[in-house]
């Protein structure tokens, strides 16, 4: 069960001919394949483009209708290779992952994917998650155009426009039997816009009309010796040139402004928003993009059409590349062209632009303003605006001279895996500092205050693999920390079986709880089975026993004592090989999703229903926070001192808490105060608890104290 | 084509920011505007600081092209959910003074940073405020989050109240969009007016003078010899005390003030008198036990657990006494000679864990009996361990206030190092004792108190504030060491 109900989005889905769809960015290149006569969709979850697949496993009526198959994959090279079925059959697929990680797993599936190429389109959409708001390591998707001989569109964020590069990347992989790369930038997927809707096309071959007879032996499809030299040869001989005059023909890339002018402007498809609002800026465009410059506009950034650089340069003194991130890898190709066209225009680019970060639209307005100064057109509105907000950010310094402290992001209110780090602090003070093998999801943002834990980060599932040398080379085991998502994506493989294989030492923590959390709770092969869920149940136990793992633990996370002497017994057990901790507790967000519409209902009809919160008793809170760096739970923050005589701020609950109690178990496990209770509000009580509380008022009464009569609280 | 209206909103993840975004460009677009909306959430929604930025334009039937960023310089409407994320946004340069108008509300939701901090950490809100003021083209400040508590609506709504005003789109359309989300409509519409008719907020009442301390009038004449400001303080530390303990110990009290009387300024009497209450009344097992027998708790429980009428509300103290907390109620030598014994069989380490449900009998009749052990406490080995700390905190002060009155002051101020449970209490009470020992006294001892006394104090207090592990304070001493060699 994901974590956003997509109602709304899977009606847009199903709109025809002459509608208007109004929506997300990501939704309508889902909407775009829908009518581009798709036959299987799949991918591996991950922001920025995780909503694709998430409301198409949703939109089951519409799915079915059409015959798409919709595969919820295990990982990005699982998707990749999904995509083998359009190398023998004329069917069109796609998958969707985040990248540059994701392309970096399914890399192996790609390249045996692109040597053959395909016969049915084929196209991969990648979140390009770069810049402002990114999670991973900054790298272009490019590089992997270029080595495997993908083709790579780069629309601009224009829902027409991308729906457009959508349906012509279809024909294009198809045209030139290549497998096509979408790529769109985090605020491209979340861009919200609206396009002209046309039906969708139920596929010619699908689960609703299935091929009669399988493909015929072809050695030709396959990415095997011999032929692998002869379809090295084919992609630059026949599929590249093919490609080249698609683009040209069918105008995938697009020129803006007066044909002759000094100057002109080549950038990224999707950089053209941002490039555009600094023309205006600089009084060279407006509003609609009616610029005074000539712009080539890239939405289609490998492979270029030599003659349609060239002619675009051709006349002109100077032009700028705006091209994010690094390496360059269009400016060098663009200068290679205009060499060889033996053109003298100048080229400018990464020389007024950075190398690497992304471009705001400061950078970008510094660069644009460079850019035409240095070729003797005039630049002063920008410089101004430049100038103005530079000021603006002196001034400001002297304002607030102290750092506004930052707010990473952080585990949610009552999460299962904080207490597993909770116990690892408590325990590092007894035992001393042990090395931490961090991995991706949401428990890496245990490295972060007030935590503080975790060595290496070496990829999603990687986290015991990355582990191997360590435990083989220093006194104290390691811990490796891993979720359930991170285990069935790669961590199974790599990490447990090359354990198992190699007889290393060291621990392993297992995070079940019960979902892909981070990318917004996806389900994996362990998800519960629900009626509408994909979880299979499948034990991660049993799955560990199979592999010939010998010590498991298992431990349900919010007993932090339990935790720290698990861990404890883990890392002292005295047999040599791997010890894995499964640490119990399912997602928070997930259950309260479930259990807070039930509970409320339940008390609507009058039920029993136990609401259970923590407090902290301000009178007793010393305001030393040690509770807090041992918890960092959202929901334990700090609220003024009421007691004239104290001045630092006490320890608080708010409303946000979930009852989880591991605030009162760290005070416990830690020993650190008795400033915690436990509050049980028994809704709709009985009439024994009724009988009960009463019986507990009277003998506290006759003992000097005072329990509040419910009836009248 | 009519000026664009920019709009830009930082939220924390999970608050719903995009709910806000979504409104707004639901609204413009069904008002015949075109706007264009989005965001960079990402992992920022668990709990991280986040954007998002709306375009809005009259577009007269042309497809604009419009950013998909911020510029700075370039924002019409700043709406935030946050003060110190708003401030953080005008930090990136998106607030100016020539076209942002600011709503923001004044509350503040604590980062792990500034909650971690050993003492008070949070960020000087007023100075967060007073930024915006003075950058911002014109603003409204306010307790918006009141106002959504009090009408039951999201504080988007109010937020989106707030911002109707300063958007080319008509209130009406901005109700419709509510209305076609379908989210708790009737709660998020009574929100939404009431942030469309605010004017401002009420000019703020004087504090409400609060009344001294009651206290017995045999110590009214001793009160009154005391500096005049200082008095709330002294009397609330007579309170304490007497309720700590007895009328005798509020003499005490007393007593261990009057010798500074004329000797300190008013300032450094009145923390004195503050601090000196605080010690006095330090949270043994006999006080937790009295604090938690307080009628006010339960109330207070069912208050901020908002509890219904009806509902029966238990409590379960969650207390856990190591081998100090529970033997040094006993005399001095008994509880020495007991704790020898239990570090000799290695059972320091040891405790019980409770959970004490105070609202049932077993529970309520521990703590009656925790609570009747009072009369131990004046020759319990924590009341005489509490006893030589403030006997030797008051010489140093003493010894100060002939030498160096701003380095006294500081001396006064090394009491905050020592509070808390457990550990907590012991690292405090070593850490005081390293700088009596290493930055105090020897330059108590000095001929003529150096110059950078007070600074090395102060230095030292806020370095052992900086981390639990007290490394900072160790690096501190030695680089005053380094100082006094040099």
């Keep these: 069960m994901v974590e956003v109900s997509f109602r709304r989005e899977i009606e847009s889905l199903t709109l025809g001919a002459g509608a208007v769809f109004q929506g997300e960015g990501i939704l309508a290149v889902t909407k775009a394949l829908l009518q581009s006569g798709v036959s299987y969709v799949g991918g591996y979850q991950g922001a920025p483009v995780g909503h694709l697949l998430d409301v198409l496993v949703e939109a089951t009526g519409e799915m079915r209708r059409l015959g798409v198959h919709v595969e919820t994959c295990t990982n990005e090279a699982a998707a990749a290779a999904m995509l083998g079925a359009s190398i023998n059959y004329p069917i069109r697929g796609a998958v969707t992952w985040k990248s540059i990680v994701g392309t970096n797993v399914a890399a192996d599936a790609l390249s045996n994917l692109a040597s053959p190429g395909v016969k049915g389109g084929a196209l991969i959409i990648v979140g390009e998650d770069y810049g402002e708001g990114a999670a991973v390591i900054q790298e272009r998707t490019h590089a992997f155009a270029l080595k495997s001989s993908l083709w790579l569109l780069d629309p601009r964020p224009d829902l027409p426009t991308i729906v457009r590069m959508v349906e012509k990347g279809f024909e294009l992989s198809e045209a030139s039997n290549t497998p096509v790369m979408l790529e769109l930038r985090i605020r491209a997927c979340h861009v919200f816009g609206s396009f002209e809707a046309k039906d969708n096309i139920a596929a010619a071959h699908s689960v609703n009309s299935r091929i009669e007879a399988p493909a015929p032996f072809e050695y030709m499809r396959l990415s095997h010796p011999p032929v692998t030299f002869i379809q090295e040869n084919d992609k630059f001989q026949r599929r590249l040139p093919a490609a080249q005059k698609f683009i040209l023909e069918h105008g995938l890339n697009e020129t803006l402004g007066p044909a002759s002018h000094d100057l002109g402007i080549i950038v990224q498809g999707g950089l053209f928003n941002a490039l555009n609002s600094r023309l205006e800026a600089a009084e060279l465009s407006n509003a609609f993009g009616d610029a005074n410059i000539p712009v080539l506009i890239l939405n289609v950034t490998h492979p270029l059409a030599p003659e349609q650089i060239s002619g675009f340069c051709a006349g002109r003194k100077a032009v700028l590349i705006v091209e994010e991130g690094q390496p360059d890898f269009l400016e060098q190709a663009i200068g290679q062209i205009l060499r060889k066209a033996g053109l003298p225009t100048k080229l400018f680019g990464k020389d007024v632009l950075p190398m690497a970060g992304e471009y705001t639209p400061r950078v970008l307005g510094a660069g644009l303003a460079k850019f035409l100064r240095d070729n003797g057109q005039p630049a002063a509105p920008l410089e101004s605006w430049l100038a103005a907000t530079g000021a603006q950010a002196q001034a400001l310094a002297a304002a607030l001279p102290a750092p506004l402290p930052p707010r990473p992001p952080g585990l949610c209110t009552g999460c299962p895996e904080r207490p597993v780090f909770s116990a690892m602090k408590i325990l590092r003070k007894e035992i001393g500092p042990t090395h931490v093998s961090a991995d991706i999801g949401c428990h890496s943002f245990g490295t972060f205050a007030p935590f503080d834990q975790g060595n290496s980060i070496l990829g999603y599932g990687m986290s015991l693999a990355s582990a191997a040398a360590v435990a083989n080379s220093q006194a104290r085991k390691p811990i490796s920390i891993m979720g359930d998502g991170g285990f069935w994506h790669n961590g199974l493989l790599t990490g447990v079986a090359g354990s198992v294989l190699n007889r290393n030492d060291g621990v392993l923590i297992i995070m079940n709880n019960g979902y892909s959390s981070a990318t917004g709770a996806q389900d994996i092969p362990s998800s519960a089975p629900t009626p509408d869920g994909r979880g299979r149940g499948v034990d991660i136990e049993k799955t560990l026993k199979g592999m010939g793992v010998e010590f498991i633990s298992r431990v349900r996370t919010y007993d932090i004592r339990k935790v720290a002497k698990t861990l404890k017994d883990a890392l002292n057990a005295p047999a040599k090989g791997l010890r894995v901790i499964i640490a119990d507790g399912e997602c928070q967000l997930a259950r309260q999703r479930r259990i807070k519409p039930e509970n409320a209902k339940a008390v609507a009809r009058g039920e029993r229903v136990v609401r259970t919160r923590f407090r902290v008793d301000p009178e007793v809170c010393t305001g030393d926070h040690s509770c807090i760096r041992l918890s960092g739970c959202p929901s334990l923050t700090v609220k003024p001192n009421e007691d004239p005589l104290r001045t630092d701020p006490v320890a608080h609950v708010n409303n946000d808490c979930v009852g989880c109690g591991v605030c009162g178990e760290v005070s416990h496990a830690a020993q650190l105060c008795p400033s915690f209770a436990r509050i049980d509000i028994v809704q709709n009580p009985s009439a024994f608890d009724r009988f009960r509380n009463r019986l507990a008022g009277i003998a506290i009464k006759r003992f000097g104290g005072k329990l509040i009569d419910e009836a009248r609280a | ?486």
């Design chain 2, 1 to 486: 084509m009519s000026a664009p209206c920019r709009v830009l909103i930082a939220a924390l993840g999970g608050e719903g920011g995009g709910v806000l975004a979504s409104w707004i460009a639901d609204a413009a677009i069904a008002d015949g505007f075109a706007a264009q909306r989005t965001s960079v959430p990402g992992v920022a929604q668990r709990t991280g600081g986040t954007t998002y930025y709306i375009e809005i334009v009259k577009a007269g039937g042309r497809r604009p092209v419009m950013a998909l960023a911020p510029a700075p310089g370039g924002v019409e409407l700043f709406i935030a959910s946050e003060l110190l994320e708003a401030a953080r946004v005008l930090h990136g340069g998106f607030i100016t003074a020539d076209r942002t108008f600011v709503i923001s509300p004044l509350h503040r939701v604590y980062t792990i940073q500034e909650k971690i901090a050993m003492g008070d950490g949070r960020a000087d809100a007023d100075a967060l405020a007073q930024s915006l003021k003075t950058f911002a083209k014109d603003h409204a400040l306010g307790d918006f989050a009141a106002l959504a508590q009090k009408t039951g609506a999201a504080l988007n709504a109010v937020l989106l109240g707030l911002a109707a005003r300063h958007m080319p789109v008509a209130p009406q359309a901005f109700r419709d969009a509510i209305a076609r989300d379908g989210r708790a409509v009737e709660a998020n519409l009574r929100g939404f007016d009431a942030g469309l008719a605010y004017a401002g907020e009420p000019p703020a009442a004087a504090p409400a003078p609060v009344a001294p301390a009651e206290i017995p009038h045999n110590f009214a004449a001793a009160v009154e010899a005391m500096p005049a400001v200082s008095q709330t303080i002294v009397r609330e530390g007579v309170r304490r005390t007497i309720d700590f303990q007895s009328l005798a110990y509020a003499q005490l009290y007393l007593d261990r003030l009057a010798p500074f009387t004329g000797r300190a300024g008013p300032e450094l009497f009145t923390e004195l008198a503050r601090h000196l209450a605080v010690r006095m009344t330090s949270e043994d097992t006999v006080r937790v036990a009295q604090l938690k027998l307080r009628e006010s708790r339960l109330a207070q429980a069912r208050a901020e657990a908002r509890a219904r009428p009806g509902d029966i509300v238990h409590v379960t103290e969650y207390l856990k006494p190591g081998p100090e907390e529970i033997l040094s109620i006993l005399p001095a030598k008994t509880a020495r000679a007991l704790l020898a014994f239990v570090e000799r069989r290695g059972w320091s380490k040891g405790s019980i864990a409770l959970k004490v449900q105070t609202t049932r009998i077993s529970g309520f009749l521990m703590l009656k009996f925790l609570a009747s052990l009072k009369f131990m406490r004046p020759g319990s080995l924590r009341a005489a361990e509490e006893n030589a700390w403030i006997r030797r905190w008051l010489a140093l002060i003493d010894l100060a206030l002939a030498k160096d009155q701003r380095a006294a002051m500081e001396i006064v101020e090394t009491a905050r190092l020592v509070k808390g449970y457990g550990d907590t209490w012991k690292n405090g009470q070593a850490n005081w004792a390293r700088i009596a020992d290493e930055i105090i006294e020897p330059m108590l001892a000095a001929p003529a108190a150096p110059a950078h006394f007070a600074d090395a104090v102060m230095q030292a207090r806020i370095a052992a504030l900086a981390d639990p592990e007290g490394a900072r304070l160790a690096s501190v001493i030695a680089s005053l060491g380094a100082l006094k060699a040099a």
